[in-house]
C-alpha cells in the first residue's frame, strides 16, 4: 500500500477525504506553537492576520468586546472565516502575503496597521509597507518551534504546509524519492531547495493538499486512468 505522511495532525473531515483513497496516511506534528501574553494594543481600527494563530491570540484579547469595530486584512481563507465566525469585519482577504501586501499598497496607503504575527514571518509585508511609506506597527504574538521526529522508513507521498515544516521534518529525516505536496509557493519554493518531485496545491489550503496527494498516488485513481486509456486506445 502506498503510503502518505501529513506534517500536521489532520482533523477528522479532513481525514475523511483519505477513505477509500487506498493509501495508507501517517500523520504527526512537525510544529508546535507557542501563544505569548503580549497584551495586543486595542486602539487601531485594521489589524493584519496572516495565519489563524494570530486570530486565536487576537480573539482571547478581544473576549466580551464588540469586535465589528476591528477592521481585518488577512490571509488564507480559514482565516477569514475564523475572523468573520467571531464577528471580526474582514476588509480583504487574499491568499497570498504579496498579494495582501499589493492591496494595501495600491488602495491603503493613508491608513494605519497593526500587524500581528509570529516569530518566523517573512518579511513581504513590512518591506512593502515600509517600502512604500504606509504606517504600521508590528507584534509578535506566538512562536513556532520545530519538532523533529525520525522515521524508519520511506513515504511515497509528504504533505507539507509551510517552509518551518520542511525544516523541521529534514532535521531527522531525508526525503528520498517521495512525492512532496505543499500548500503554496512559499511552502514549495523551500520544497525545491532539496526536491526536484513538488506538487503544489491548486487552491493553499490543507484539503486540497490532500485531494492532490490522493488524485496523484492513489491505487483507485492508477485504475480509473488505466480504464479511461483502454477505452481510447479502443476508440482509435
Same mark, same amino acid.
Given at each position: 500500500m502506498r503510503t502518505v505522511l501529513s506534517t500536521k495532525i489532520l482533523s477528522l473531515p479532513q481525514k475523511e477525504l483519505f477513505l477509500n483513497s487506498g493509501l495508507g496516511l501517517v500523520e504527526y506534528n512537525a510544529l508546535t506553537i507557542e501563544f505569548l501574553e503580549e497584551q495586543i494594543p486595542l486602539n487601531h481600527s485594521n489589524y493584519i492576520f496572516t495565519s489563524q494563530n494570530t486570530v486565536k491570540v487576537f480573539l482571547k484579547q478581544t473576549n466580551g468586546l464588540d469586535k465589528s469595530m476591528f477592521h481585518a486584512f488577512c490571509v488564507g481563507e480559514k482565516t477569514k472565516s475564523l475572523l468573520e465566525k467571531n464577528g471580526v469585519r474582514v476588509v =480583504?482577504?487574499?491568499?497570498?502575503?504579496?498579494?495582501?501586501?499589493?492591496?494595501? !499598497?495600491?488602495?491603503?496607503?493613508?491608513?494605519?496597521?497593526?500587524?500581528?504575527c509570529g516569530n518566523r514571518r517573512r518579511d513581504v509585508i513590512p518591506d512593502a509597507l515600509t517600502n512604500n511609506k504606509v504606517r504600521f506597527k508590528e507584534m509578535e504574538v506566538y512562536r513556532t518551534h520545530l519538532s523533529p521526529k525520525a522515521f524508519d522508513r520511506d513515504f511515497d507521498g509528504i504533505l507539507f504546509y509551510s517552509p518551518s515544516g520542511i525544516q523541521s521534518y529534514l532535521l531527522e529525516n531525508t526525503l528520498g524519492n517521495s512525492k512532496l505536496f505543499?500548500?503554496?509557493?512559499?511552502?514549495?519554493?523551500?520544497?525545491?531547495?532539496?526536491?526536484?518531485? =513538488?506538487?503544489?496545491?491548486?487552491?493553499?489550503?490543507?484539503?486540497?493538499?490532500? !485531494?492532490?496527494?490522493?488524485?496523484?498516488l492513489s491505487p483507485r485513481t492508477d485504475a480509473e486512468h488505466s480504464r479511461s486509456t483502454l477505452r481510447n486506445s479502443k476508440n482509435t
Open positions: =480583504v482577504m487574499c491568499e497570498y502575503a504579496s498579494e495582501l501586501a499589493k492591496h494595501i !499598497v495600491d488602495h491603503h496607503t493613508s491608513d494605519n496597521f497593526f500587524f500581528l505543499c500548500i503554496g509557493k512559499t511552502t514549495a519554493a523551500e520544497a525545491r531547495k532539496h526536491s526536484n518531485n =513538488v506538487i503544489i496545491a491548486t487552491k493553499p489550503t490543507v484539503e486540497n493538499v490532500l !485531494v492532490q496527494a490522493i488524485k496523484n
